[in-house]
């Protein structure tokens, strides 16, 4: 077993019921018959195509041992699909693909650690402009950045400021690339630029801290304490400071597909009410990101 995963109290329970989200009624679905109310083209190819990057550990990544999906995302999605009397083919693929992938029907669903954001929702880019028609998500688990250090925290960076001065590594695509993005007029400010390297998975990022490249990469918290696990980086590496900007972690659905998105949202209830959310959670020590029922587009 893996050691548990440390966090702060998020305040989950009221982040993801809070202003226009929604959750599924009370009223219980048995498996069949939510099966009937998928769509029916779904219905009849009877597999969920569901799009997801492998190099996340411990939410998405290929098992070293069999080289197959692992992690709490795939045991989730599993999960939901058994429910369906759905089968799950889980599609590997870069981060940045899913969501356009999922809004041009190549996908189903992706479950990635994808943060649910408004703008994400809205399909604004950077500049708060309407780019793409956006996406609904089912969200299911609540997160937050953390920074990831050398062991030793031999820079002593306790915080985003002291990465002032320095090189952050960091996924592309991610919410910890906005994060890394509005810190660099911070530093600007006190004379202390911010470099930020980006790469196209975590893995790399954490090889640019490892080889004293880059000062910290920032990612989600059980991704950053998976990582300083003692059979995991065999100590290579720490988590420093507080968590930053707690989130929840979305099921991407496309906008069009509204039965879609109610129907798995129903699903997600359901799991949690008999305890087999809790359960696999628990199989990944990150119980302390649960949440009290499934919410549609509970992001901020």
């Known amino acids: 077993m893996r050691n548990r995963i440390l966090v702060p109290a998020l305040g989950i329970s009221s982040l993801l019921l809070a202003g226009c989200a929604t959750a599924p009624s009370a ?14 083209a779904l219905r009849a190819a ?29 045991d989730l999605a599993d999960a939901l699909g058994g429910y369906l009397g759905m089968k799950v083919q889980i599609v590997d693929e870069p981060f940045a693909q899913l969501i356009p992938d999922v809004q041009a029907g190549r996908l189903d669903l992706a479950m990635s650690a994808v943060i649910d954001t408004q703008e994400r929702e809205q399909g604004l880019d950077d500049n708060g402009t309407r780019s793409n028609p956006g996406v609904d998500f089912v969200d299911y688990f609540v997160t937050g950045t953390s920074i990831l250090v050398k062991a030793g925290n031999p820079l002593s960076v306790l915080n985003l400021d ?52 880059a000062a910290a990469d920032l990612n989600d918290y059980p991704v950053a304490a998976y990582n300083t696990e003692p059979d995991r980086g065999g100590g290579r590496f720490q988590v420093t400071g507080a968590v930053l900007q707690t989130s929840p972690y979305g099921i991407t659905v496309n906008k069009a597909n509204g039965t879609l998105r109610d129907v ?37």
């Open 46 to 74: 009877g597999v969920l195509k569901i799009g997801s990057n492998l190099n996340y550990a411990p939410v998405d990544f290929k098992d070293p041992s069999t080289d197959r999906p692992s992690g709490l995302d795939v």
């Open 162 to 213: 002291g990465l002032c001065g320095h090189t952050v590594a960091l996924q592309s695509g991610t919410v910890q690339a906005e994060i890394a993005t509005r810190q660099v007029s911070a530093c600007q400010q006190a004379g202390k630029p911010l470099k930020i390297d980006q790469f196209a998975t975590d893995a790399q990022a954490l090889t640019e801290v490892d080889s004293g490249a």
């Open 264 to 300: 798995v949202s129903t699903a997600l209830d359901q799991l949690i009410r008999t305890g087999a959310y809790d359960q696999i959670l628990a199989k990944w020590n990150a119980k302390d990101g649960a949440v009290p029922a499934a919410t549609v587009n509970g992001g901020f």
């Open 27 to 40: 009223a219980v679905t048995s498996g069949p018959g939510l099966r009937a109310q998928l769509p029916k």
